[in-house]
């Protein structure tokens, strides 16, 4: 099974997140609101609609993804204990290939399952060297926490992790990552991640 593949449909509801309903204060908030503005404009632009305007608004979709994100700290996480036994060219391999392979996941994603739920902004607390902010998408019948976990880098608030329903991301990748180490090593980790990588290059 593709590496990814779990992380992808724990994600399926990360972007389904639009801007409405009250709003906590803040300016990691601000961030949330701004990237899930920014995700919606150009989904629901007219001179972007249609499946022959779908790579399009995926390539738009993606450079949000690379601006709004901390792949750098998401990738060391998502290693856990075996990031401190690589090398600098092991983890700058590592980072560039877990970044490539979520940027594709979530703009897939995005374009897929993203739609007009109603989200409120509940809270902005700080935690350790992160600050949370809580929202909840209300759909009919359900609601469904989703919790964005940012740090401040040079001047800029980035997203570091999104909790979905209480689940990690990053955690999933973790314990995924670490399970295929276990069983194989990290070099067969490596393996998965390049042919994972290979196959998205060659989708259009």
Known sequence: MKVPILIM????????????????AGPATDTVRQMLNDVISIQTDPHLAGEQSR??????????IVREFDFP????????PQWEKLSTGERSE??????????????RLVL?????????YTAEEAQGDKVMVKTSIYRVNEQIPVDYYLAETGG?????DVSVDGVSIVGNYRRSFARIIQTESFAGLMKRLRLQEK????LP
């Open 112 to 120: 897929d399952f993203v739609k007009n739920e109603k989200v409120l």
């Open 156 to 160: 800029k608030w980035l997203v570091r």
């Open 199 to 202: 196959v998205i290059q060659k």
């Open 55 to 64: 790579e399009t608004r995926r390539d738009a979709i993606q450079k949000i």
């Open 9 to 24: 449909l724990t994600g399926m509801l990360f972007f389904a997140v639009l801007q409405r309903g009250q709003a906590a």
């Open 73 to 80: 700290d998401m990738a060391r996480e998502a290693l856990g």
């Open 94 to 107: 590592f980072s560039a290939i877990f970044q490539d392979l979520f940027v594709d996941s979530y703009s």
